[in-house]
């Protein structure tokens, strides 16, 4: 499949046909996660782009992993340092990148203040204690900085990662029942490597924490009419799918 065209902040617009082409790219995350991070990554600069200007900035992505968003935010006009926990997901796509760092998101390795702007993809829902590491994020954050946090949500249609849609019969239960049907653990593991975060939550520590000011919250993935949904307990939990938290440091 070719790659994506680049999509430029000025046209970056979060409409059905966007929400469309991402759920189409979807599908190629496990066969082909090259193609599927690809599309995710320019979607994403463009994203981060219509809350602050990358260019010039000085940026840390939070599990980072092997390097798919680095091009982007990079083409954007930022320098790009990434972090991660797992060396073997850092060497993914071969040596490990330069302006790489191997550490704990809950336990940050750079002074307060350090960084234009703190990111993270899809890795809140992977660590123990989410918030810990999102207080991290705002930590290392310049005043005046941004923070840019995305997750996927426990009751959402892909929060069980591998493991769903079972997952929504409880998390242990999908996991058994996965090493059972292919003979082998999931790479998400419940209670290892997987965690219920919920929009809830989410919702609940952007507005509790006092060191930034809330910029947006919104679902990722869906057009922006769909935003009041976030507003509808419980059904907000299984339609947002993802949920953005971005934030500006006092």
Known sequence: M????????????????????????????????????????????????????????????????????????????????????????????GEISHRTVIGSGMRLPFRDGSLDLCYSSNVLEHVPDPWLMAEEMVRVTRSGGTVFISYTVWWGPHGGHETGPWHYLGGRYARRRYRRTHGHEPKNQYGESLFPVTVSAGLRWARKQTAADVIALTPRYNPWWSRWLLRVPLVREVVTWNLVIVLRKR
């Open 2 to 93: 070719s790659s994506p065209p680049a999509t430029s902040a000025s046209s970056w617009r979060a409409s059905w046909s966007r929400s469309v082409r991402l759920l189409r790219e979807f599908r190629y995350e496990q066969p082909d996660p090259g193609c599927f991070y690809t599309a995710l990554a320019a979607d994403s600069a463009a994203q981060l782009s219509s809350y602050t200007d990358l260019t010039g900035a000085v940026m840390l992505d939070v599990g980072g992993g092997p390097g798919y968003f680095r091009d982007a935010f990079e083409a954007a006009g930022a320098t790009y340092l990434a972090l991660d926990a797992d060396v073997g997901e850092l060497a993914g796509l």
